[in-house]
């Protein structure tokens, strides 16, 4: 879902930046009613995880390849708000650092992967989970649903963006200037990916996450439900695995057991749908000549860090996402502990033995609050 530069006319890329910029403004704003000063290393964290996952390209039956966002994932941890800023960090330095995905188009890929793939699955689950204990396992299906749904509708919206292009941005002649494809192509094209297998990563990701944190680290997910009744056998039990278990540990080496097997996005044969370079989609569609306005804007942005490294070894694949989630946590971290002080306002934080109360309600029959 990267759109490179050169498939969107800039007319769509600017609707992009006019819808985006405000939605972050306000984002940066409401952050502060879920994340508190001793909640922002955990949002840098799930930033350069999100990087991090957007890494691994994962083959599609009809040669292209497709990749999870994590975005549903934030967004049920620590807030829609929260997931805009966290994936907007790290959608702007893959363009900048690594280029992928464009720098003209980054507004349209904001909306798409920041936008309205957190907000679509937050919808859901929101749906699906609602009037269940925190620890119910309907939460584990809502966050599967949540990530299925939200990366699907974003999909579409890629679909309808480049499908579009052709008819309304052609030239006298009728060839297009920017994306070739037609909402014949597009549409299913994007939707055959991530219905079938990005769809499946993210949602099985987001579920897995979710079901870990209600074994392990209720606080946590607390962040995100206040209120939200929770079993009292279910918590006793939790805080005995989470001394076992040491949530940070497994964090880390998690981050870092992705870190080594992100070149597995090398074996992936083909690129992205939507994703090749003017000289690529020439070949591949048998077109006569690149779209006027593609070719114009396709190398707009070159000081790379990383150029090509999705084809390129294992060792830059490692070390790009070595480099990136190090730079897009710590710009999150920055980010958000500044978002924090300037529209936050000081809440006082329990003592432990307090806040360990507040944590073993019992459910009720009611809707959570």
Not at 57 to 79: F, M, S, W, Y
Not at 174 to 193: D, E, R, V
Not at 350 to 369: I, K, L, N
Request: contains cysteine; charged residues 10%.
């Amino acid at each position: 879902m990267h759109i490179p530069d050169g498939y969107l006319s800039p007319q769509t890329c600017a609707a992009g930046f006019v819808v985006a910029v405000p939605v972050l403004a306000t984002a940066a704003a409401r952050v502060k009613r879920r994340v508190r000063t001793r909640n922002v290393p955990t949002l840098a964290v799930l930033a350069a995880v999100s990087f991090l996952i957007m890494m691994f390209n994962v083959p599609i039956p009809d040669g292209t390849t497709a990749h999870a966002v994590g975005g549903a994932l934030i967004a049920i941890l620590l807030g829609p708000w929260a997931a805009a800023i966290a994936v907007t960090v790290a959608l702007g330095f893959q363009a900048l650092l690594f280029g992928d995905g464009g720098v003209l188009s980054f507004g349209v890929d904001v909306v798409n992967m920041a936008v309205i793939l957190p907000f679509a699955g937050y919808g859901v689950y929101r749906l699906v989970a609602r009037g269940a204990a925190l620890t119910a396992r309907r939460r584990v299906l809502a966050a599967f649903l949540a990530g299925y749904v939200g990366i699907n509708v974003a999909a579409l919206c890629v679909g309808v963006e480049l499908g579009i292009q052709p008819d309304l941005f052609h030239d006298a002649t009728g060839a297009p200037l920017y994306s070739p494809y037609h909402l014949a192509q597009s549409i299913p094209a994007m939707l055959l990916a991530h219905l079938t297998v990005a769809g499946v990563a993210e949602g099985i990701l987001t579920a897995a996450v979710l079901g870990y944190l209600q074994r392990a680290n209720l606080p946590l997910l607390r962040v995100n439900h206040p209120g939200v009744p929770v079993d009292a056998a279910a918590a006793d039990a939790e805080r005995t695995r989470r001394r076992r278990l040491r949530p940070g540990v497994v964090a880390a080496v998690v981050v870092a057991a992705l870190v080594v097997l992100t070149p597995l996005g090398l074996l992936a044969p083909g690129g992205a749908f939507g994703e090749d370079s003017p000289q690529d989609l020439r070949a591949a569609l048998g077109l006569a000549a690149v779209p006027a306005g593609l070719a114009h804007y396709s190398g707009f942005w070159h000081d790379v860090l990383f150029p090509g490294y999705l084809s390129g070894s294992p060792w830059t694949y490692i070390v790009s996402a070595v480099v990136g989630i190090v730079v897009v946590g710590l710009v999150v971290w920055g980010a958000a502990t500044l978002a924090v002080r300037l529209f936050g306002r000081r809440v006082p934080v329990p003592p432990p033995a307090a806040e360990r109360e507040d944590t073993v309600e019992q459910v009720t029959d009611g809707p959570a609050r």
